[in-house]
T-cell receptor
Framework: GAVVSQHPSWVICKSGTSVKIECRSLDFQATTMFWYRQFPKQSLMLMATSNEGSKATYEQGVEKDKFLINHASLTLSTLTVTSAHPEDSSFYIC???????????FGQGTRLTVV | QQQVKQSPQSLIVQKGGISIINCAYENTAFDYFPWYQQFPGKGPALLIAIRPDVSEKKEGRFTISFNKSAKQFSLHIMDSQPGDSATYFCAASRRTASKLTFGTGTRLQVTL
């Protein structure tokens, strides 16, 4: 299957700093990328949908000024957690698909810990 | 309308047994129903998926059964193995978009 690479796999940062997470589709052009957040032993909650070259669509309750999403090319989307706080600590996962209604492939996730 | 309900929350099955996980949805606009397997600290991996025009799909030891009238679908893992121990998520998406709504997850443990 298609490969989606997420980087870094884990990151620890201090409160108040910003962290950038990259999501790359390695062998296909991703028209759409999705960002999810997962708390321990819970399900995946969609944060936002991003399409290449346009603004991301955020789900209700997700602060778009805090979670900045950029989808600059068909193979790269980034999520920047700005002014991170301990409550932002979570597992962040991206997924990418190359056609609407086609299967989505997930990255390996990024464990963010804010201290 | 956007919910996908999943049960059981956890499941213990002996090696060689059949693991069964059930999901129910409300939104009749959903038309794509995948199952994902997730190991601790990893992203979900697609196992198998089905569309409403078929009632069953089998891939190896994994089978999806789909009941459109009841708005329910289930995952059957035949000859369960310890390596199948993971969390399983059902999901659903609408025909006009591919964002997924996930079930709450089932932690499967396969014992020797």
């Amino acid at each position: 299957g298609a490969v989606v690479s997420q980087h870094p796999s884990w990151v620890i940062c201090k409160s108040g700093t910003s962290v950038k997470i990259e999501c790359r589709s390695l062998d296909f052009q991703a028209t759409t990328m999705f960002w999810y957040r997962q708390f321990p032993k819970q399900s995946l909650m969609l944060m936002a949908t991003s399409n290449e070259g346009s603004k991301a669509t955020y789900e209700q309750g997700v602060e778009k000024d805090k979670f900045l999403i950029n989808h600059a090319s068909l193979t790269l989307s980034t999520l920047t957690v700005t002014s991170a706080h301990p409550e932002d600590s979570s597992f962040y996962i991206c997924s990418a698909s190359y056609m609407v209604r086609e299967k989505a492939f997930f990255g390996q996730g990024t464990r963010l810990t804010v201290v | 309308q956007q919910q996908v309900k999943q049960s059981p929350q956890s499941l213990i099955v002996q090696k060689g047994g059949i693991s069964i996980i059930n999901c129910a949805y409300e939104n009749t606009a959903f038309d794509y129903f995948p199952w994902y397997q997730q190991f601790p600290g990893k992203g979900p991996a697609l196992l198998i998926a089905i569309r409403p025009d078929v009632s069953e799909k089998k891939e190896g030891r994994f089978t999806i059964s789909f009941n459109k009238s009841a708005k329910q679908f289930s995952l059957h893992i035949m000859d369960s193995q310890p390596g199948d121990s993971a969390t399983y998520f059902c999901a659903a998406s609408r025909r006009t978009a591919s964002k997924l709504t996930f079930g709450t997850g089932t932690r499967l443990q396969v014992t020797l």
